[in-house]
Every structure is written in structure tokens, then in C-alpha cells.
């Protein structure tokens, strides 16, 4: 399956300040990558599709103007959370299409305190 | 509206018997059905997945069972170990490239030894 990095594997920030994360894809070319996030103890909530060289698909409640996404290439997504909240603490996942393209492999996720 | 509804919330099994998780579905349109495994602090691992044109798929200890009609699925882990205690999730996509997975909200399974 594909390979995916994540960068940071945690931070924390102190409230207002933008933090953004990294999300690679070491084997694959991904035109799609997406990203999810997960509170303590849930499940995972799909945010956006992120789409190279267009516009990031953000999911009904998820405000695009606070997590900007940018995928500039075929192997980097970012995720930049900004004027960041207490409440925006999660742990936030991406994920990547395998060789199958319905295949998702996941990447080791970011862990976000905002204090 | 809960596309995805997953069951038990937890479960715990003794080592060596059998963990089963079911999932029942909505949206007849989805044909992508995977498990993963997630390990606390960790991203989720792809464990298994199937399409709906059959009815079982088996990977080592680990197998889905498919009933389209009844628009359900369901993850036998036989000969269940400590090491299989985790939080799995099942998900439902269009099978389509590009398009995102829908979870089960999870289950924790405990496998005492």
C-alpha cells in the first residue's frame, strides 16, 4: 500500500496562532489526498478532498477560511489551521489513494493541543 | 443521518476465541467496503476490504462477510491475540477514485489473555 508521512506528529500552540501540517505521499503520486479528523474516543470525520493544482472540496460545517489546504504537488498536502482554538485540539489524519485509486492508506496522524 | 452504523461499541474476547463487528449500511450506491485497525495515538491500518460481488474474503485470521441484500457486512477475527486489541472501523465508499470514506463510529475490542 502507499506510503504516508505526516508532519509534525504533534504540536501545541497557544491560542490565535496558525499551525500547518504536513501531509506526504512517499511512493504514490496523489491527485486526491483527503483529510480527516478525529476527537478523542470518535471516529474519523472527513474535512476536505484535497485536489492538485484546484481547489480544496471542503464537507458541509467544516469553515474553508479557518483550514486552508493546499496540495502543490503530487506528493504534498497541506493543512493549515488558523487563528487556532481550544476547541480545534484533535488529531488530525490524511490519507492517500493506493495503486487501486479506491484503496485509502492512512498517514500517522497530527496531534493538535491548542492551549 | 448515519450512513455507516457500526456494533458492538466495544467487545472483549478471550484470547483465542472469536471477535465479530458489524456494520449495516444505507446508500446502495456504496461498493467499497473496508476495515481498519487503529492503535491508540496511531493512524488507522487498512486491515481487509471487499467489493459486493462476493460474499466472503479472507485474509490469514481475518474475514469479511458480505450480505448485500440485508445491506450489511461484518469482520470475523478468528483466533483472536492481546496484539488484536485495538479500536476497528468499519467504512463505505462509492468505490470510485477520488472519493472519501464514510466510518462506523468504531469499536474497541479488548482481547484478554
Known amino acids: 500500500g502507499a506510503v504516508v508521512s505526516q508532519h509534525p506528529s504533534w504540536v501545541i500552540c497557544k491560542s490565535g496562532t496558525s499551525v500547518k501540517i504536513e501531509c506526504r505521499s512517499l511512493?504514490?503520486?496523489?491527485?486526491?489526498m483527503f483529510w480527516y479528523r478525529q476527537f478523542p474516543k470518535q471516529s474519523l470525520m472527513l474535512m476536505a478532498t484535497?485536489?492538485?493544482?484546484?481547489?480544496?472540496?471542503?464537507e458541509q460545517g467544516v469553515e474553508k477560511d479557518k483550514f486552508l489546504i493546499n496540495h502543490a504537488s503530487l506528493t504534498l498536502s497541506t493543512l493549515t489551521v488558523t487563528s487556532a482554538h481550544p476547541e480545534d485540539s484533535s488529531f488530525y489524519i490524511c490519507?492517500?489513494?493506493?495503486?487501486?485509486?479506491?484503496?485509502?492508506?492512512f498517514g500517522p496522524g497530527t496531534r493538535l493541543t491548542v492551549l | 443521518q448515519q450512513q455507516v452504523k457500526q456494533s458492538p461499541q466495544s467487545l472483549i474476547v478471550q484470547k483465542g476465541g472469536i471477535s465479530i463487528i458489524n456494520c449495516a449500511y444505507e446508500?446502495?450506491?456504496?461498493?467499497?467496503f473496508p476495515w481498519y485497525q487503529q492503535f491508540p495515538g496511531k493512524g488507522p491500518a487498512l486491515l481487509i476490504a471487499?467489493?459486493?460481488?462476493?460474499s466472503e474474503k479472507k485474509e490469514g485470521r481475518f474475514t469479511i462477510s458480505f450480505n448485500k441484500s440485508a445491506k450489511q457486512f461484518s469482520l470475523h477475527i478468528m483466533d483472536s491475540q492481546p496484539g488484536d486489541s485495538a479500536t476497528y472501523f468499519c467504512?463505505?465508499?462509492?468505490?470510485?477514485?477520488?472519493?472519501?470514506?464514510?466510518f462506523g463510529k468504531g469499536t474497541t475490542l479488548s482481547v484478554s489473555s
Open positions: 446508500n446502495t450506491a456504496f461498493d467499497y
Open positions: 490519507s492517500v489513494p493506493g495503486l487501486e485509486r479506491v484503496e485509502q492508506f
Open positions: 467504512a463505505a465508499s462509492k468505490g470510485q477514485a477520488g472519493t472519501a470514506l464514510i
Open positions: 484535497s485536489n492538485e493544482g484546484s481547489k480544496a472540496t471542503y
Open positions: 511512493d504514490f503520486q496523489a491527485t486526491t
Open positions: 471487499i467489493r459486493p460481488d462476493v
